[in-house]
């Protein structure tokens, strides 16, 4: 079973860099399965699929974050990670990274495996 553990600071400061790691178990982010994923959930609202990496090493991102996002993986630990520049408290949500079979899907509810999530929050 594919389990997959979101780790990272909970506060940031309004213009930081917000860093968070997933850690992957049960699976490898080489090879099985495919697409894996960072996906938030702003208070009172939906999930928002943020972006990904294949197990190729290919990475997609969502239109709306592209000029602050970016995801990389350090494949001797099996952990993606993310990083969100020049963050405001509209970035405040909680975290979550995701598993997916097959393909990178923009659609967040094909995603078959999920971290607990992590809540992170902007303020000064």
Not at 64 to 89: A, E, G, H, W
Request: net charge positive; proline share 6%.
């Amino acid at each position: 079973q594919v389990q997959l553990q979101e780790s990272g600071p909970g506060l940031v400061k309004p213009s930081q860099t917000l860093s968070l790691t997933c850690t992957v178990s049960g699976g490898s982010i080489t090879t099985r399965p495919n697409a894996w994923a960072w996906i938030r959930q702003p208070p009172g609202t939906g999930l928002e699929w943020m972006g990904a990496i294949h197990n190729d090493g290919s990475t997609y991102y969502s239109p709306s974050l592209k000029s602050r996002t970016s995801i990389s993986r350090d494949t001797s630990k099996n952990q993606f990670s993310l990083q969100l520049s020049s963050v405001t408290p509209e970035d405040t949500a909680v975290y979550y990274c995701a598993a997916r079979r097959t393909t990178v899907s923009l659609t967040t509810a094909e995603y078959q495996y999920w971290g607990q999530g992590t809540q992170v929050t902007v303020f000064s």
